[in-house]
């Protein structure tokens, strides 16, 4: 079956969050009292589980091989929202500030910063713009328009 690439991302995390289920019920029902029935058959699901992991693994290269002419813009996306957490942890408090450790008062320390609170929200505010640009403009428009053969006869079967 042929579907759009944003498709085949929303039929991969189905995928995933099935997996999981999967691995929850064979956690859960894999030990039981003797005599007690069991909730799942668990090496059916193992079974199962399996089959879709390899659906899993070939939908993945495929949405991989398909993005390749936007890869730049999801590496950049990435990058810019590591920018982003790193301002966010960029301390601009300034100014003075009494100390104080478990073993002493150290007194008054006055800091001096370079970036400030306003500097780093608007660089934020201007990285988070770059991140809407490239996924709407690029991203989700690429995805909307490139084809990907799901290999999925029946998606209820997910």
């Given at each position: 079956m042929e579907v759009?690439?944003?498709r085949?991302?929303?039929?991969?995390?189905r995928i995933v969050e099935r997996i999981l289920k999967y691995e929850e019920d064979i956690t859960s029902s894999n030990r039981a009292?003797?005599?007690?029935?069991?909730?799942?058959n668990v090496i059916e699901a193992m079974g199962l589980k399996k089959n879709l992991k390899n659906i899993l693994i070939d939908l993945k290269v495929k949405?991989?091989?398909a993005g390749a002419p936007i890869r730049k813009e999801i590496f950049t996306l990435?990058?810019?929202?590591?920018?982003?957490?790193?301002?966010?942890?960029?301390p601009t408090e300034r100014g003075k500030v009494h100390r104080r450790s478990m073993l002493m008062d150290e007194g008054d320390v006055?800091?001096?910063?370079?970036?400030?609170?306003?500097?780093?929200?608007?660089q934020i505010k201007d990285l988070q713009k770059e991140i809407d640009r490239i996924q709407?403009?690029?991203?989700?428009?690429f995805n909307s328009i490139t084809m990907v053969e799901v290999g999925i006869d029946n998606l209820d079967e997910i």
């Open positions: 759009t690439l944003a085949a991302l929303k039929i991969k995390k009292i003797v005599g007690n029935p069991r909730d799942v949405i991989h091989e990435s990058e810019i929202k590591s920018d982003i957490n790193f301002l966010k942890s960029v006055e800091y001096t910063v370079e970036l400030t609170k306003p500097d780093t929200d608007k709407f403009d690029v991203i989700d428009k």
